[in-house]
């Protein structure tokens, strides 16, 4: 009776677990194209690796990540709108934003706040001064 019972404990917990990492899976490989839907660009450049990304629950549209690019591809990535660009400084990890990937220093943001958004919101991007680091963020009323 037991061995049955540590049997079926067994293998839901194995079923659990391949379930969480085919979601990881799908989570990991989808993360360029929400990546490019959010700065409203075809594609992100082939050079982009998306590090980290959250998205918080709550009943406003957030979500942060984190992308590693080569510098010469940066600019692909501010296609999609007409940002306004603002130097500043501070890291990525004091933006008052959830803290993904690793923490580098801020040079430059880009940011726009689109029309399509009803409620308000806005798209910023934050990036270091080589242009290799890079913090997409939207936000969404």
């Known amino acids: 009776m037991w061995r049955r019972i540590v049997i079926g404990v067994t293998l839901v917990a194995f079923a659990i677990g391949l379930i969480i ?5 799908i989570d990991i490989n989808h993360r360029p194209q929400m990546v490019a839907r959010i700065l409203k660009i075809e594609s992100v ?7 980290d990304c959250e998205s918080p629950f709550t009943t406003d549209v957030l979500t ?9 591809d940066f600019p692909l990535l501010l296609k999609g ?15 008052g934003l ?13 940011q726009v706040r ?5 409620n308000g919101g806005q798209v910023a991007v934050y990036a270091d001064k080589q ?5 997409v963020d939207l936000y969404i009323e």
């Open 45 to 51: 450049p082939q050079s982009v690796r998306v590090v």
């Open 64 to 72: 942060t990540c984190a992308l590693e690019i080569d510098p010469d």
């Open 98 to 110: 959830p803290k993904v990937g690793a923490n580098f220093d801020i040079d430059i943001e880009y």
């Open 21 to 25: 990492a085919i979601a990881w899976i």
């Open 131 to 135: 242009r290799r680091h890079v913090i």
């Open 114 to 118: 689109p029309v399509e958004f009803k």
């Open 81 to 95: 709108y007409k940002f306004t660009q603002y130097q500043t400084d501070g890291t990525s990890h004091s933006l």
